[in-house]
């Protein structure tokens, strides 16, 4: 996330009217909201407005989304691939998990160290079918799909809380807090979003 804003944009359709949601899935900041800000753009100006929303921010997008994108001709240069970026996180959680069974293998003082205490991460996620209630229903499945991200996005800051408490695992990516270990996949010019 570091060539622009670690803020996303969820980008859905319901009758045409484009619908955005927006999370950070940067690293994570005490008492600050991941879901940052939704809009319902049924005014005439929409696609000025789906622009300035999309504008310098990784995507994810429903197929009504993609479409409405490409009909107002909003340039998509980066797609934020969850089902990559769950697998990234699993992968993370299974290498610090690796790193305390090598621990506690060659300990040689006969303390004991704590185990990590992993969170559950959610199930893979389909966009077209994700729903969540919301105020407006037609932010239902936008909101389904932001939360999703919100959830993972979570349970990243628990593994990371948890990699930090321990000096053994912080040589496995630093000091400080990391971001969640979004996989982002390159739009080709020539291909519409």
């Known amino acids: 996330m570091s ?63 993609r479409a409405l994108l490409g009909k107002h001709e909003v340039a998509v240069e980066r797609v934020l691939d969850l089902a990559a970026t769950l697998t990234a996180v699993v992968a993370a959680r299974d290498e610090l998990q690796a790193a305390y069974e090598h621990a506690v293998a060659t300990r040689k003082n006969g303390r004991s160290l704590t185990a990590p205490r992993w969170p559950s991460l959610p199930e893979p996620l389909d966009v077209e079918t994700a729903a969540e209630a919301g105020g407006d229903p037609r932010t239902s499945r936008a909101l389904g799909i932001a939360r999703w991200i919100d959830r993972l996005c979570t349970a990243w800051d628990a593994i990371e809380e948890q990699r930090l408490t321990r000096a053994y695992m912080r040589a496995l990516g630093g000091p400080a807090a990391r971001a969640v270990p979004a996989v982002i996949e390159a739009v080709p010019s020539d291909v519409p979003a």
């Open 3 to 65: 060539q622009s804003s670690s803020v996303s944009a969820v980008v859905d359709a319901v009758d045409g009217i484009p619908v955005v949601w927006w999370v950070d899935v940067g690293a994570g900041s005490a008492g600050m909201p991941r879901l940052c800000g939704a809009w319902v753009l049924d005014a005439p100006d929409a696609a000025e407005t789906l622009r300035a929303l999309t504008a310098t921010r990784v995507v994810v997008a429903t197929t009504d989304g």
